[in-house]
């Protein structure tokens, strides 16, 4: 290992090992987490753990009966809740209600709130979603939550040094339309000696999120970088965050540009118009997504 590496990852254990007291995902999340990646787990054994936490069961009860899903009925019982949206489904609304509180903070400048992140992570999620329900490229449930998270290495820099955060977006430089005139990952590699790709995988490991959450927060900005096999989740979320980053008054700091890389969309076996014919559709879903979230 060289040095630079070493110290790298000298930065990067000590962002997340610091970040981890105040930044912990919940005792349950974390459980139900490691139920639903156990292929022997049943809808029954998540109920009994679910069934201990009166506000996530409200949250999933508020989702089922979404517009989201567009389910018929009312559904008042969480078994039947957990049996129409599925283990995964349920996953990742136990993960969602928990990121939602970490990405919660005051504004850092007069181009970046951490809730200004959030609102760009649903974005990502949605498109992701969206393109993987239209394009069958990945499973919906899989893209929703990679686009979710995508970012969280921008969380822990918020959370490990304000300051720094700040330092960065100002040499980022955004124009008057949020545009950046600075290439984020680089300044954050002088700055913190490290970027939200590398503190986003620390933190997803800390977390024990699955591998192929790991190569999304890790590589989303290069995902032809990963292995061939591991790829196109990884594409898929570069591809959601160009989308969710062309919407209005969502955050784009790390996107100087917002072109489709020909090699992603070979990858995933789409078209850019493609992409761009599903752009009304991902407006819509976006607000019954935050919400679905709120």
């Not at 009994?48 to 009860?61: F, G, K, Y």
């Not at 493609?274 to 009304?280: A, F, I, N, S």
Request: aromatic content about 4%; proline content about 4%; hydrophobic content about 45%.
């Amino acid at each position: 290992m060289s040095t630079e590496t070493a110290e790298k990852n000298t930065i990067i254990d000590s962002a997340v090992r610091e970040i981890s007291q105040i930044a912990m995902l919940p005792e349950i999340t974390i459980r139900i987490i490691e139920l639903v990646e156990d292929p022997n787990s049943t809808a029954n054994d998540l109920h009994q753990i679910i069934s201990n936490d009166p506000a996530l069961c409200a949250r999933i009860l508020k989702v089922v009966n979404s517009s989201f899903y567009g389910l018929p009925g009312q559904i008042g019982s969480i078994n039947r809740a957990i049996v129409l949206l599925g283990l995964n489904a349920v996953k990742n609304i136990a993960i969602s209600a928990s990121l939602a509180k970490l990405f919660r903070g005051g504004q850092l400048s007069s181009h970046f709130s951490a809730r200004d992140l959030w609102t760009h992570s649903v974005a990502t999620a949605t498109s992701a979603k969206v393109i993987a329900d239209s394009m069958k490229v990945a499973s919906s449930d899989e893209a929703f939550l990679a686009g979710l998270v995508h970012d969280l290495g921008i969380m822990v820099e918020m959370q490990y040094d304000r300051q720094k955060l700040i330092e960065t977006i100002e040499k980022v430089a955004p124009d008057g339309e949020g545009v950046p005139t600075g290439d984020m990952l680089k300044i954050e590699d002088e700055i913190f000696g490290a970027n939200h790709q590398d503190f986003g995988k620390g933190l997803a490991v800390k977390w024990k999120f699955p591998q192929t959450l790991v190569d999304v927060v890790s590589a989303h900005h290069e995902p032809m970088a990963v292995s061939e096999q591991s790829r196109k989740l990884p594409c898929l979320i570069h591809a959601a965050d160009r989308i969710a980053g062309s919407l209005e008054g969502v955050f784009r700091l790390d996107l100087p540009t917002l072109d489709h890389d020909p090699a992603v969309l070979e990858t995933l076996g789409v078209t850019a118009q493609q992409l761009d014919g599903l752009k009304e559709r991902i407006i819509e879903e976006v607000e019954n997504v935050k919400a679905m979230l709120g």
